[in-house]
């Protein structure tokens, strides 16, 4: 089965203290639906038409998996909590394998 993968790039963060108060909230319901952060922020080489942007790129064992985590009641409550703190590129994507 194809893993999911959240995608996140933040254009520009208005608010840090909405950002910080998201990933509170955020990191444990990524965790309970299943996900691994496996990068957010650090360094980033950014070529052709790329913009060095914040990162974060989320795994879980499935594309189906990605999505109910993105619609758990704990992530709604993380997103209303960054509401308009930031704006930001988010897709779900399935992975090759």
Request: charge should be negative; charged fraction near 30%; glycine fraction near 10%.
């Amino acid at each position: 089965m194809a893993k999911g993968y959240w995608v996140s790039v933040y254009r520009t963060i208005s608010d840090p203290d909405k950002l910080a108060a998201y990933n509170e909230l955020a990191g444990p319901a990524v965790r309970a639906g299943g996900g691994r952060t496996l990068v957010r922020g650090g360094r980033v080489a950014a070529y052709d038409a790329g913009i060095a942007e914040r990162t974060v790129l989320v795994e879980f064992d499935s594309f189906e998996q990605a999505v109910a985590a993105r619609e758990s009641e704990a992530y709604q409550e993380a997103l209303a909590a960054l509401s308009d703190g930031v704006e930001r590129d988010f897709r779900i994507v399935e992975g090759l394998e």
